[in-house]
């Protein structure tokens, strides 16, 4: 099939070169425009070496730039796990409902995903095999609780299994995105009203009260002295702030670093109890999720390493899986100060009752709530204190105003 090279313009105006296998030019600009770019020109080219072995169409275009435009979202995995779901259920074999599958699904990353898996599945690999050659587009646990399913034979509770899953991050996502638009919006305001008076209203202030040849009350000469200090020092305030961010960003990229940010996250009065909850919401579903779809507590623990997102907890997960290879329970290779003890303590009950995995649903759906409630309440408690700090910006300068006023009336 020949190779041709191309170049285009995506949706957003830019310029991108690259190179696609078709029948004939005519087909890959179709299918490329399929994918929202615009062909400028096209000529026929040599195979590279990957495409001659017979990668074909399924082969993904290098298309850095496009980067985020083939990005498969969320919602998309949980319609395309749910039809499995449903398609497995009816009694669909596995290569049947991944290409009904395909036909449902738009053109973009996931539709040439699902295509080099249906070829990967007629050439002999099991599901879990093709999955977990795209940890890019599924989540780390994907495959093997896909393998677990298969080991079973209950593949299309394992694809419900993770359809909840993902509906349930977004969810949460989309509560916690949603409870915090309002408190940023009011910090974004008061940064504003801050800057502006600083800049605006106490010069003029100063200016107007310089001319009168008249001392200054404290107050007024407090917001005098703070306007002048952020005039003059403000760019290198800006540049402190800015420093501080990339060195927390780059101190974030190594692994040392990653886990004492969030270690010192933990430690927050308030917003650190907050995330250990959501760690703990996350840990507890997943673990019940692999343990319910048949994978033992070591293949359990060290998926969800993979999954949990705090550096901490994650490494206590793996430190956890070497002393469970040593002969230790669950619930003594899982205590660390940073894991409530009524998690470990429930553990403990479900090992001795051989009903671990229902106990870990139930912590995980206690987490949850926690955690709902607990965004909820700082969403309401931060509303009124920013609110109260603007308030208390602007009043400060109306009183320093009216003191130095009230001064110059009495001469």
């Known amino acids: 099939m020949p190779n041709f090279k191309y170049t285009a313009v995506n949706q957003h105006g830019k310029e991108i070169k690259g190179s696609i296998q078709a029948a004939d030019s005519r087909s890959a600009i179709a299918y490329l425009r399929q994918q929202s770019i615009f062909v400028v020109e096209m000529g026929e080219g040599k195979q590279d070496a990957g495409e001659q072995q017979g990668e074909g169409l399924s082969k993904e275009i290098d298309l850095g730039a496009l980067g985020d435009l083939h990005s498969v979202s969320t919602q998309e ?47 002999g690999l099991p599901l879990s095999q093709a999955v977990a050659k795209h ?12 393998m677990a399913g298969e080991n079973t034979g209950e593949l299309d509770l394992v694809m419900d299994r993770l359809a909840d899953h993902l509906e349930k991050k977004a969810a949460l996502k989309t509560q916690t995105i949603n409870a915090m638009i309002y408190p940023a919006i009011v910090i974004l305001a008061s940064i504003g009203v801050f800057i502006f008076l600083v800049i605006k209203i106490i010069p003029a202030f100063a200016k107007f009260f310089a001319g009168k040849g008249r001392g200054l009350p404290p107050s007024t000469q407090f917001l005098v002295d703070l306007s002048a200090f952020f005039v003059d020092y403000g760019l290198y305030i800006l540049a402190l702030i800015i420093l501080v961010l990339l060195a927390l960003v780059i101190t974030y990229q190594t692994k040392a670093g990653r886990f004492k940010l969030h270690d010192l996250l933990l430690r927050l009065p308030v917003l650190g109890k907050l995330m250990t909850v959501a760690a703990m919401a996350q840990l507890t579903w997943v673990l019940s999720m692999l343990l319910r779809s048949g994978l033992t507590a070591l293949e359990s623990l060290k998926i969800s390493a993979q999954v949990v997102g705090n550096r901490v907890i994650s490494d206590k997960l793996g430190t956890a899986s070497e002393q469970i290879l040593a002969g230790k329970d669950l619930s003594g290779s899982l205590q660390h100060p940073r894991i409530p003890t009524i998690v ?5 009950v479900g090992e001795r009752t051989g009903t671990l995995d229902n106990v870990l649903q139930q912590l995980g759906d206690y987490y949850e709530e926690r955690l709902q409630l607990g965004i909820r309440r700082l969403s309401a408690l ?24 009230f001064q110059l009336a009495k001469v």
């Open 77 to 123: 995995l949980i319609f395309f796990f749910k039809q499995l779901t449903f398609m497995l259920r009816a009694g669909l074999p596995v290569l049947q409902a991944l290409q009904l599958s395909r036909t449902q699904i738009a053109s973009g990353r996931l539709g040439r995903v699902i295509d080099r898996m249906i070829t990967d599945i007629e050439n």
């Open 135 to 146: 940890p890019k587009v599924f989540p780390p646990l994907a495959a093997s609780l896909i």
């Open 344 to 348: 470990t303590q429930m553990i403990a």
């Open 382 to 405: 931060m509303e009124p204190a920013l609110i109260l700090v603007i308030g208390g910006m602007v009043g400060f300068v109306y009183y320093a105003f009216f003191q130095a006023l």
